[in-house]
């Protein structure tokens, strides 16, 4: 046991709780597993009354990402969510595809005092469309300027408005164009991702996985370019890409301090592990591999500090610590 974990033993602390108000989603994007997985896929909402179950955990939490592998403005009890984890002394995160942030939605948003809010995207024109079905570019840049105007109107610097930008290998043309994107939005941070988890076998040649060092340095040349673009614009690009047979044990999902609350209570380390779907295959390393989702708890029937403390779920955590990470996780793309 780590000292870490030696600590949150007696009272949890958790850097965020990311919150999955929703498994469903609005939009039929071509890389996500809702879409892949449609015919096996659990929807629901978190309900209220579960929500207020993580209220005791909240006073030691930093921040609470409300945001899982659904569309989060489609619950209704979304900003009695977000009241609460306020009420407790969290920070407040989203992200969302921009579809439902109608200007009284807007209003609402900034009237929260959300400190972050991330726009997803997959492509800097109408290319992206096809990727994204079921939203539109011109729907969410709509979205993003109506916010730009209320946070203005209201003379609120916060939320923070950031890109949640989806890097697929049909789009790496495309990528140069992102810092005058972000220029013309006005937004001055962008995350970007690659796929880390493929669903299907027809995905897998969307994976930016490269699979020697030549490969690898052509990638990283691009993405450089663009962070050098973004830098000397005044914006903070940020990107990860592991280099191909690199192996280690510190999860980018930070699940020493972190955790996932699935929409329907469940407990799982992060959201690829959390996926409500079950007797389904997903591809990792060329190989096809039944997908099992990973959970320690229910907060519907177990406090979750109780559940963090479960001796299963510390033994989980520490096998990443011990350089050998659980098989659930050993060929994920987040090491």
């Known amino acids: 046991m780590n000292w870490l974990d030696f600590f949150n033993l007696f009272r949890p602390g958790f850097d965020w709780i990311q919150v999955e108000v929703t498994s469903c989603c609005n939009a039929a994007c071509r890389y996500c597993p809702h879409t892949a997985y449609r015919d096996h896929w659990a929807d629901g909402h978190l309900s209220l009354e579960t929500f207020k179950k993580l209220i005791p955990a909240l006073a030691h939490t930093r921040m609470v990402y409300l945001q899982g592998w659904g569309e989060p403005f489609l619950n209704p009890d979304f900003f009695a969510m977000a009241t609460l984890a306020r009420e407790a002394g969290c920070q407040v995160g989203v992200t969302t595809n921009g579809t439902l942030l109608d200007r009284e939605t807007v209003i609402r948003l900034v009237e929260a005092e959300f400190e972050v809010v991330a726009f997803s995207l997959a492509g ?193 955590r520490g096998s990443f610590h011990q350089k050998s990470p659980a098989t659930p996780c050993q060929h994920c793309a987040k090491l």
């Not at 105007?149 to 697929?168: D, S, T, V």
């Not at 969307?206 to 052509?218: D, F, G, K, S, V």
């Open 124 to 316: 800097v024109d109408e290319t992206q469309d096809e990727v994204r079905q079921g939203t539109r570019l011109r729907q969410v840049l709509a979205a993003i300027n109506r916010l730009q105007e209320e946070k203005e109107k209201q003379g609120r610097q916060k939320p923070q408005i950031n890109l949640a930008y989806m890097l697929l290998r049909s789009g790496l043309g495309y990528l140069s164009r992102l810092p005058r994107l972000l220029k013309s939005l006005e937004i001055r941070q962008a995350v970007i991702s690659t796929l880390d988890f493929v669903a299907a076998r027809e995905l897998e040649p969307e994976a930016l996985r490269p699979q020697n060092l030549p490969e690898y340095r052509e990638v990283i040349s691009r993405l450089e370019d663009v962070v050098q673009a973004g830098t000397a614009g005044g914006l903070e690009i940020q990107y990860h890409l592991r280099p191909p047979g690199q192996k280690g044990g510190v999860c980018r999902e930070n699940i020493s301090r972190a955790l996932v609350v699935g929409a329907d209570g469940r407990v799982a380390p992060c959201v690829y592990t959390n996926l409500p779907v079950s007797g389904v295959m997903y591809v990792a390393q060329g190989r096809e591999l039944p997908y099992h989702p990973l959970s320690f708890g229910n907060i519907k029937e177990t406090p979750l500090p109780d559940i963090w403390r479960r001796p299963a779920y510390s033994k989980f």
